[in-house]
C-alpha cells in the first residue's frame, strides 16, 4: 500500500544484545587463552576464574560463582596488579568484562618509562604484506621497532602482537633503521601486562630450547 512503512526485524549478535557495541569487545576480535585470575568483589569477595578470551577492552571468565550483571569488580590476571572492570553479561557459568578504559591513562609515559623488551609482532602497512620486525621497548602508548620497509611519518599502520589481535599506530618518528609507534588506542594495563608476560614466557621457552639443543 502506498505510504506504508514495512517494520524490518533487525538482528543483533549475542554480543550486540548484551550491549557491547563497541567492535573491540566483540567476540570475533578476541583471542581464546587459558589463564588463571581472580575478581575481588565490592564486598571483598575473592572469585576464582579462568580467563578464556582476551581483547584489549575486555575478557570473557569462567566461574562458578554467579557474576551480576553491572556489576564493578576487580581483576587480576596472572598474580598481577588487580584492575577496574564491569560485569556486561553472566549466562552459564560464563561472564563478559569490559576493562575500565580510563584506568591508568591520566599519565602519558616519556620514552625513559617504556619498558626494554626483545621480541617480535607482525607489521603491516596499508595494501601491503605484513613483515616481522623486532620490538625494543614498548609502553601502553606505544613502541619502538626495527622496520624493513622505511615507512613515512605520520603514516598509519597495524601492529599485531603474539596473542592478540592487530592494534592501529602511526609512525612518530624515524630515525636510521628504528621507528616510533604511536598506539591509535592504549593498551589497557590489564592486557599490557598480559602481553609482557606472555612474551617474555615466550623468549624464556625459546631459550630453554635453544640451551637444550646445544652440544655438550
Known amino acids: 500500500m502506498s505510504g506504508e512503512r514495512r517494520a524490518t526485524a533487525v538482528i543483533k549478535s549475542p554480543w550486540e544484545r548484551t550491549g557491547q557495541d563497541d567492535p573491540l569487545l566483540r567476540h570475533a576480535n578476541r583471542r581464546s ?71 591508568g591513562q591520566e599519565h602519558r609515559p616519556r620514552r625513559s618509562d617504556r619498558i626494554e623488551l626483545k621480541a617480535t609482532a607482525l607489521l603491516r602497512r596499508t595494501s601491503r604484506s605484513g613483515y616481522q620486525v623486532q620490538i625494543l621497548d614498548v609502553s601502553p602508548f606505544g613502541c619502538r621497532c626495527e622496520f624493513i620497509e622505511r615507512p613515512s611519518i605520520g603514516e598509519r599502520v597495524m601492529l599485531k602482537f603474539e ?11 624515524v630515525e636510521g633503521t628504528l621507528l616510533g609507534l604511536d598506539f591509535a588506542r592504549p593498551i589497557h594495563e590489564a592486557v599490557f601486562n598480559f602481553m609482557l608476560a606472555r612474551l617474555r614466557c615466550g623468549l624464556k621457552f625459546e631459550h630453554d630450547a635453544r640451551t637444550a639443543d646445544a652440544p655438550a
Do not use: N
Not at 585470575?37 to 575478557?59: E, H, K, M, N, W
Open 163 to 173: 596473542g592478540l589481535g592487530a592494534i592501529e599506530a602511526s609512525v612518530r618518528w
Open 33 to 103: 587463552v587459558q589463564m588463571r585470575a581472580f575478581i575481588v568483589r565490592g564486598d571483598d569477595q575473592i572469585v576464582d576464574v579462568s580467563v578464556t578470551d582476551l581483547s584489549y577492552a575486555g575478557c570473557a571468565v569462567h566461574t562458578e560463582t554467579p557474576l551480576t550483571k553491572r556489576e564493578e569488580v576487580r581483576l587480576s590476571i596472572l598474580g598481577l596488579k588487580a584492575v577496574k572492570a564491569t560485569v556486561r553479561w553472566y549466562r552459564g557459568r560464563m561472564a563478559g568484562l569490559s576493562f575500565d578504559a580510563t584506568e
